[in-house]
């Protein structure tokens, strides 16, 4: 029998790196969103797996030399990769509860693939937040490209952010992510820049014009952006180092996959180049 609550914010715990970050950056949605945390975390089992180094990742002490124990170790047993599992958990629930947010946070220890236990929670998801270095067999663009939930990418550290860059590009993929953004209180305290890369044609100014005013209507405090040029990364990148905006918001591969083919992925460039928290919306 499943324990997931509806409409969790999902954290994934795969990376050492990045527990406290994604702890961070779920309790942040978790009061935005009004959502209960679950906190994953997932091991398949496998004969004699490498130790995965955990240790130091939270500033808590209560068994903290346990987990540096098994890091010590150079494979684990099935049993002590459940037990270090089992402690990370339990580490990363008493800082969420440390935090007082007033929201239910609960377990979720999965023997499967990182990958695997993503397809598992995300029907019940309305969020998925992961470590930018991720520990698994799959890459981070594979991983958000099967996902239908939408994912927030964290890096070392995660601070709340006060403003936003939303790449919008008139595609089905970026309606569905500005009717989301609009529907929730995500984005709703922040600056947000809509940014179309693309000619400045008056079919272009219009649907930018209508997705702006969109956002005005929902009480959203933004202003508006057509940048001409070819390089959609590199044009979204530069304009938010410029403006320090501090969320990049796209969607997820909405890109057709010739166009791929030809020119490479977009998302996947930018999931490898941001430096700062990424929420990515599903293709359809």
Request: hydrophobic share 40%; with cysteine; aromatic share 6%.
């Amino acid at each position: 029998m499943t324990n997931l609550k509806p409409d969790s914010i999902i954290a994934c715990l795969d990376c050492p790196d990045h527990v406290q970050a994604v702890l961070d950056a779920s309790l942040w949605a978790a009061k935005h969103l009004n959502a209960p945390i679950g906190l994953l975390h997932a091991m398949p089992n496998l004969h004699r797996s490498a130790a995965v180094n955990y240790s130091g990742c939270l500033t808590i002490d209560d068994e903290s030399h346990l987990l540096q124990r098994f890091t010590t170790e150079e494979h684990l047993s099935n049993a002590q990769i459940k037990d270090q599992g089992k402690i990370l958990l339990k580490h990363a629930e008493r800082y969420c509860d440390n935090k007082k947010i007033n929201k239910p946070i609960y377990c979720i220890h999965r023997h499967t693939t990182l990958a695997e236990s993503i397809e598992y929670v995300d029907d019940m998801a309305q969020l998925l937040v992961i470590g930018h270095q991720v520990t698994c067999k799959h890459t981070l663009a594979q991983l958000v490209r099967s996902s239908d939930c939408p994912i927030l990418i964290t890096h070392t550290a995660f601070s709340t952010p006060k403003s936003a860059l939303f790449a919008f590009d008139n595609r089905p993929i970026c309606h569905a992510l500005l009717n989301w953004l609009c529907s929730n209180a995500l984005i709703r305290s922040m600056s947000i820049h809509i940014v179309m890369i693309g000619k400045e044609t008056e079919h272009n100014k219009e649907a930018l014009r209508e997705a702006y005013a969109k956002l005005k209507q929902s009480g959203i405090d933004c202003k508006k952006a057509l940048v001409d040029c070819r390089d959609v990364p590199s044009a979204i990148l530069y304009y938010q180092n410029k403006h320090q905006l501090e969320l990049l918001v796209t969607g997820a591969f909405g890109e057709s996959r010739l166009r791929e083919l030809f020119y490479g992925s977009d998302t996947q460039k930018l999931i490898g180049a941001s430096k700062t928290p990424y929420l990515l919306y599903p293709s359809e």
